[in-house]
Each structure stands twice: as C-alpha cells, then as structure tokens.
C-alpha cells in the first residue's frame, strides 16, 4: 500500500501495514512484500499478499464455526475504510482484513505434525525438540506419532528462539499457556485434516494469539498460509530427505545457492523465481480453498453467498 496517513498508520512488520481506524479496530493490510532468513527481500511477489489474507479469511471463518476458537476478524469490506484511505480502496480490495484490538501474546503458538526444518536440525542433535523428546530413529520429513506444541518467543528483532512449554508459562502464565496449547493443537487438526482432502500435508505452522479487555483468547494475525506453515504436496511425499513445499523455502533454497550473507538487504529476485513463488503460493490457495483465485481477486469473496469472517462477530480485540 503506497498510502499511509499520519494518523492512521501505526507501524510496519515484515509483510503487514498496520493502521487506526478508532479506539476498537484495526486495518491489517497484507503486502507483497517477502522476507527470507528475517530479512525483507527487495523484489515483491505479485499477489502474494491477496493470497495471505484470502486464505487467512478462509480459516478464521471455518475454524470459528467449528467451534476451536474466536478471532479477530470483523470485516473486509474496503468501502468500510475510513475516508482518508478511500484513495486506496481498489488497491486495498483482497488484502485488508479490518481487526478488533487486543493484546498480543509474547510467544509463537507452533505446531509441528512432522520433523522437518529447525526442528529436524533439533532432533538430530538432541533427539528432541523443544524439551520434547521423540523416538529414535526418525528420518527428515517423518510424520510424527502425534503432534507437538513447539512455542518460540517473539522477536522484535533477529530470529525468533524456540522455547519450553514450561518457558512459556513463565512469559504468559501457566493456565495460558496451557490453553494456548490446547487450541493450537485443536487448530493444526482441523487444518491437517482439510488440507489433506485436498492432497496437502500440514506439515507444521504458526499461530498468533491475543486477549480481549475481559481475558477472552482469540486467534489473530493470519491462519495457516505458506508466509506460516509448512505445505507439501501429499502426492509426491517421501520421507527421509526435504520435501517440496508451497511456501518460501522455493525462495530460501535459491538464496542459499547464491553464498548471501543473509544480511539486509538480500539480493533482487530473478523473474523465474518470482513466478515460481507466485505459482505455489496461488496453488495453495486454490487447493485448499476450493476457490479459483482469479474469482477471488475480482470478487474478493472466498465462500460463495456468504459473507467472510466469523459466523457471529464478538467484541473488540488487538493484534501486533
């Protein structure tokens, strides 16, 4: 978004713009902006950022009507802005999601159905994974005999750092955290289970969470897309080596072939790379959604004949 009203706008992430729109909500604005290895690339993917909020739209509505948890969804409608963003409403259409305040937690909510990643790297060397020890003998990629909870802490800058569940407790109270692993498990069920109807393994992913003024739990920020979960394609799966994935690694594995320092600002992308992220992170979309994402670009609509979001709207909430 190239419009940022002084008093509106509140900060910039890697990815998200974040505005004001009155003392309850919030515009979260998903660019196309990309970061590998905690650095903001200079080369953008097109629709990338449509792509986070419709698949973001698409699980906060199905995982609050099955009942997991609420969010902070209110609206996305572009024509609900507020008047000094009106300039920069057909830009906006696809990628905003307008979001009830509410005070983030200081931790990564992940979970992990499979060994792979930094927590691969953590096995191997461990036999375990944040405290939580597994059994012997797995190969990379290997689905794990349940699920586990892997929080990390939340970094302003640098890299996040895995942590205990009992690290947890201590930054967010133990009946907190002990909730926050609950729901995150119930979430990487239901999501698992969905994506594999459409041929995709979960792998693992992150979730967000914040408190309302009266204590009430809600999901925030966004909701298993390939910017924060690990996607591989359930046809082609073969344990015992990396996977293919419909998220960044396309991009990290071409960046780690070029001996970058990973320092900012990181090399330009060449076209052919820019059209293969666009190409997964769309197929993406398109699998789990169901939803051709032309249609949604033009329509900015995921469930025909309904409106996205929650169900039932609830009160007022905050993210970043």
């Not at 609509?301 to 909430?317: M, N, R, Y």
Request: glycine fraction near 8%.
């Amino acid at each position: 978004m190239t419009t940022e009203p002084s008093r509106s706008f509140l900060r910039s992430g890697k990815v998200r713009d974040l505005y004001a729109i009155d003392d309850e909500r919030l515009l979260l604005v998903a660019s196309d902006r990309l970061s590998a290895f905690d650095v903001v690339l200079p080369t953008a993917i097109p629709d990338k950022g449509r792509v986070l909020t419709g698949l973001s739209r698409y699980w906060f509505a199905a995982t609050e009507r099955a009942g997991i948890v609420a969010n902070h969804l209110l609206g996305v409608d572009p024509a609900a802005l507020p008047s000094a963003l009106a300039s920069a409403r057909d830009e906006l259409r696809g990628r905003i999601m307008i979001c009830r305040r509410a005070r983030v937690l200081p931790i990564e909510a992940i979970v992990r159905g499979y060994v792979s990643g930094t927590g691969w790297k953590d096995y191997q060397r461990t036999g375990s994974i944040c405290g939580i020890a597994l059994p012997a003998g797995l190969r990379e990629s290997e689905r794990l005999p349940e699920p586990i909870f892997t929080p990390s802490t939340k970094a302003a800058q640098g890299h996040d750092r895995n942590i205990t569940q009992e690290e947890a407790a201590a930054l967010v109270g133990a009946s907190m955290a002990d909730r926050v692993r609950e729901i995150a498990l119930a979430l990487y069920r239901f999501g698992a289970e969905r994506a594999a109807a459409a041929g995709i393994i979960l792998a693992d992913t992150k979730f967000e969470f914040g408190t309302l003024p009266d204590g009430t739990l809600i999901l925030i920020d966004e909701v298993m897309t390939p910017d924060s979960s690990r996607f591989w394609d359930a046809a082609s799966y073969e344990p015992g080596r990396p996977q293919p994935s419909y998220d960044k690694q396309f991009v990290r594995d071409w960046l780690e072939a070029q001996g970058w320092d990973k320092t900012y600002p990181g090399p330009e992308l060449p076209a052919d790379v820019v059209a293969g992220t666009r190409t997964r992170y769309v197929e993406a979309f398109e699998r789990i959604t169901g939803i051709a994402f032309e249609r949604y670009r033009s329509h900015d609509t995921i469930a025909p004949g309904s409106a996205d979001g929650p169900a039932a709207p609830a009160a007022a909430e905050e993210v970043h």
